[in-house]
DNA sequence: GCCAACGTTGGC
DNA sequence: GCCAACGTTGGC
């Protein structure tokens, strides 16, 4: 089983959303860059353990924990002409975008917030906190993982 | 709203 | 294949 991250910005879909979904499933959409589209088509598993984070928002936090229910496919926005998401170079019979389905898990009781995991020194190699990063789809070492549920956990 | 960091595009 | 220009992300 491996861990990741994903981001979101709450404006557009938030923890609370995929909490309030009816079978709290949802398409992991729109993903538009390669190295985020591997993790979702290749790496991804059924039941692998994802944590939520929310972007541009307030507070920037890691809101709680969703996991993989169906593994990579293709991601229909790519097609549809109306989608913000379409994609004109994209060929039906060998799709370039690839979504996964995640499942709300858990919700933490309290927000790990971006600066309480930039302070604490067992995450400091986390991919979320190095220079630059802009992966909105990310892997997670299991520690670091454990850690953030931890954290996660606390009053 | 600003801007650093990075990915993508396109002219050459 | 290089690289400048441009667009996007996302923290601040």
Redesign the pocket.
């Known amino acids: 089983m491996k861990y990741w991250l994903v981001?979101s910005?709450p404006e557009v879909f938030s923890f609370e959303d995929l909490k309030g979904r009816k079978d709290q499933i949802t398409f992991w959409d729109g993903v538009r860059?390669?190295q985020a589209r591997n993790y979702l088509r290749d790496e991804m598993k059924k039941g692998d353990q994802v944590l939520f984070y929310h972007?541009?928002a307030d507070p920037?936090a890691v809101m709680g924990i969703c996991k993989v229910v169906k593994e990579g496919y293709p991601d229909h926005t790519q097609f549809d002409i109306d989608s913000y998401h379409y994609d004109i170079k994209a060929d039906p019979k060998n799709p370039t975008w690839f979504m996964i389905d995640i499942k709300f898990v858990k919700e933490f009781k309290t927000p790990v917030t971006?600066?309480e995991i930039k302070s604490n020194p067992k995450l400091k190699k986390m991919q979320l906190v190095a220079?630059?990063?802009?992966?909105?789809v990310l892997p997670v070492k299991k520690e670091e993982f454990d850690e953030i549920v931890k954290m996660g956990q606390q009053k």
Request: aromatic residues 6%; charged residues 25%; without cysteine.
């Open positions: 981001k910005e860059n390669y972007s541009n920037l971006l600066q220079r630059g990063n802009r992966l909105s």
